[in-house]
């Protein structure tokens, strides 16, 4: 997923999952400080209405001091039971009985009786409950209803939490657009490498901050693509000077290799040298166009036309074309078009569907072989394959087959006339149209050429 691979995704998920951690580490912290707050307010509370009610004890006759009763004053009696302290109750338990003798109003009927042992504070439910053991088998205990005090807490912790959902929401937002500003440079270096990866090097990276990290990258990237367009252009440049510079004696040699071919030569050598000459000499016309051709492509100074065409126009010119060279050669040369229109050059692109095709059949080496061509729009694209059952081309050439003057195996060395540039030119010019070049091969079995163009919306 692309969340998971985006830089600045990752950067995002990271930071809100570190805000969010210490978002509710201090929402805790806060709501517990402030629930043990309450409960020592409350516990302090309920600590100062002990000893009204070990006061309210009294002794038993004088014949029985061991005898003990409790009564409340109406004086002390206000403290409990009363509108202002409705949630406050207590419970007495005399001479180490499991019955209270007496208890508030307000006060449960199952509460425990504690034992000596336990903590003098202790919560049941909603009830927060601390007693006393004032005399030997008696306790008195005063508890709270605290009810609407968690209610309180409640409110208090969803309180937090819409808090801290705002301030994480808000982080969220003036993070991504920090984190977009800061990686912003890192778009604008994709964006021109990509376009000089398309071959415009003539592409720069505009550097808003040179003095950041990503500015000094940039700084560093603009001077290696300078030297890059330096090194093009100097290749270009040297592949076009040589090509001149070689046309005129190859053309001199070639008319001195006709004429002494119209002259009836005396001696058979004479005339086997003459033939050879003129081979070699056309064979050089041939690369040095070639390569004429490849650099002005190479240098953007080749015009294409920007018309309608349709591939299968293309497609049925070609194996018009080629079928006598086909029927030469014992192959079966078919056509299998549908309309495939885009916008081009048809000259070109008809010299790209030449070669190859021409290749498939020159480089089939099996007698009854098939050759297919065919042309359809698929998803979005104008397509033209060029389909053969000849000796396929091994997997260690494949990368390398769109190389200039590469050749991968015996069936395609120079005896079958190449220049080891087709291949080449053809790329270069179906990149031109905005396309793509593909080749699909496995030995013995068959090569398939695809050619894929934008198509033209009808």
Known sequence: MRIFTSIRWRLQL???????????GFGITVFEVEKNRQLQ????????RLPILVDSQRPGPLWDRRVRRFHLNPEDAVWFDQERNGNVYYVVWLHDS???????KLAPRDVPRPHPSDPTHRNRGALRETFVFPEPGDCILVGRDLTRDL??????????????????????????????RALRPIDVIAATAGRIATGDLSQRIVVADSKSELGRLAMILNSTFARLESAFSQQ????????????TPVSVLLSHSQNGLACPCPVEEHHDAFAASQRAAQRMRRLIEA????????????????????LATIAQDTVEMLRPMAD?????????STPAGCIGDSGRLGQVALNLVTNAIVHHHRTGGDVKVMSRVDDGFACLRVIDNGPGISAESLPHLFERFFRGDSSRNRSTGGTGLG???????VESHGGSIEVQSETGKGTTFTIRLPASKS
């Open 14 to 24: 990271w930071y809100g999952a570190l805000l969010l951690a210490v978002l509710i």
């Open 236 to 247: 270009a440049r040297f592949t076009a000077d040589a090509a001149h510079e070689l046309r």
């Open 151 to 180: 209610m309180g807490l409640n409110q208090l912790a969803w309180r937090l939490c819409g808090i801290g959902s705002n301030v994480l929401s808000l982080a969220l937002v003036v993070g991504g657009w920090l984190v977009a």
């Open 328 to 336: 030469e050669r014992k192959i079966d040369l078919h056509l299998e």
């Open 41 to 48: 307010r409350f516990d302090a509370d309920l600590h100062d």
């Open 423 to 429: 291949l080449a030119i053809s790329k270069a010019i």
């Open 98 to 104: 499991a019955t209270p003798v007496t208890f508030s």
């Open 291 to 310: 390569l004429l051709e490849l650099a002005r492509l190479d240098a953007g100074q080749e015009e294409f036309r920007r018309e309608p065409i349709d």
